[in-house]
T-cell receptor, first 109, second 117 residues
Framework: EDQVTQSPEALRLQEGESSSLNCSYTVSGLRGLFWYRQDPGKGPEFLFTLYSAGEEKEKERLKATLTKKESFLHITAPKPEDSATYLCAVQAWDDKIIFGKGTRLHILP | GAVVSQHPSWVICKSGTSVKIECRSLDFQATTMFWYRQFPKQSLMLMATSNEGSKATYEQGVEKDKFLINHASLTLSTLTVTSAHPEDSSFYIC?????????????FGEGSWLTVV
């Protein structure tokens, strides 16, 4: 069964304290893995698409990596404005999209 | 800027009436769009997959006669909540699949808050 599991469910960090969010997946043929940021009451904001194991992408303080089983979203020296829910989703070859439940990240000033 | 636009951002309607939400892809043609529902502090729940020119594919448990989806063009999909009831009040979000030559990405709209009174 296709499945996406994100961990931890919630994470509180001090400003400047780097950490990683995990997205583990099982899917029958990976077409792409997506990371999004969602603020309360808003639609998810696209961050990255990763297509194959070994691929890495960076944007400001965020870096996403991908293996055959999981993806990590590394946050370096986070700021309070990085507080949000981070969503991971995988796209299977039949275009079915499976979302994880997200990680609620809270950065304390 | 936003590449997928949803309208309206919020709407209040009376119980028993119908309300339509539009989802437009602004910078690309989207043969596939998705509709989600999200309750507070919960993850996105896929309602249906909308393919241009064909009938939508609904997820199990989603009433297709209540949530009418139309994808009449490559840039527009609509979700109509028919005979709305207070329990239909929720945050509805659409997304669109962009398939450029270099890969594919799914972009989300800003979401629409529906309150049924």
């Amino acid at each position: 069964e296709d499945q996406v599991t994100q961990s931890p469910e919630a994470l509180r960090l001090q400003e400047g304290e780097s950490s990683s969010l995990n997205c583990s997946y099982t899917v029958s043929g990976l077409r792409g893995l997506f990371w999004y940021r969602q603020d309360p009451g808003k639609g998810p904001e696209f961050l990255f698409t990763l297509y194959s194991a070994g691929e890495e992408k960076e944007k400001e303080r965020l870096k996403a990596t991908l293996t055959k089983k999981e993806s990590f979203l590394h946050i370096t020296a986070p700021k309070p404005e990085d507080s949000a829910t981070y969503l991971c989703a995988v796209q299977a070859w039949d275009d079915k999209i499976i979302f994880g439940k997200g990680t609620r990240l809270h950065i304390l000033p | 800027g936003a590449v997928v636009s949803q309208h309206p951002s919020w709407v209040i309607c009376k119980s028993g009436t119908s309300v339509k939400i539009e989802c437009r892809s602004l910078d690309f043609q989207a043969t596939t769009m998705f509709w989600y529902r999200q309750f507070p502090k919960q993850s996105l729940m896929l309602m249906a997959t909308s393919n241009e020119g064909s009938k939508a594919t609904y997820e199990q448990g989603v009433e297709k006669d209540k949530f009418l989806i139309n994808h009449a063009s490559l840039t527009l999909s609509t979700l109509t909540v028919t005979s709305a009831h207070p329990e239909d009040s929720s945050f509805y979000i659409c997304s669109a699949l962009d398939r450029p030559l270099s890969g594919n990405t799914i972009y989300f709209g800003e979401g629409s808050w529906l309150t049924v009174v």
